[in-house]
């Protein structure tokens, strides 16, 4: 199961943290990732962080974006600085296990200008 929370209403250059719990999978082990998806788009990989907490970005977020992982509480972060509001959409933790993709419930985040 992936429970994803922190997403919300902020302005332009704006911070949100997002944050996804697992339970279910070896977190040590799972590759994670982040999607997005604005009204009426299809859904968009945003990064990809592996087991070893190393993370990829599509270009329109590199710099700004920054994914994370705690073993701990097995639990992958998504940091978003300086929001832009081509930023709006509904995002969704995800990883692909033991064949099959899990998705998490979806954050709303929302940018306005």
């Known amino acids: 199961q992936l429970q994803a929370s922190g997403g919300g209403s902020v302005e332009a250059g704006g911070s949100l943290r997002l944050s996804c719990k697992t339970s279910g999978i070896n977190f040590r082990i799972a590759e994670m990732a982040w999607y997005r998806q604005a009204p009426g788009e299809q859904r968009d990989l945003v990064t990809s962080?592996?087991?070893?907490?190393?993370?990829t970005y599509v270009e329109s977020v590199e710099g700004r974006f920054t994914a994370s992982r705690d073993y701990a509480r097995n639990t992958v972060y998504l940091q978003m600085n300086n929001l832009k509001p081509e930023d709006t959409a509904v995002y969704y933790c995800?990883?692909?296990?033991?064949?099959?993709?899990?998705w998490g419930q979806g954050t709303q985040v929302t940018v306005s200008s």
């Open positions: 995800n990883t692909l296990w033991r064949g099959r993709q899990w």
């Open positions: 962080i592996t087991s070893g907490g190393t993370a």
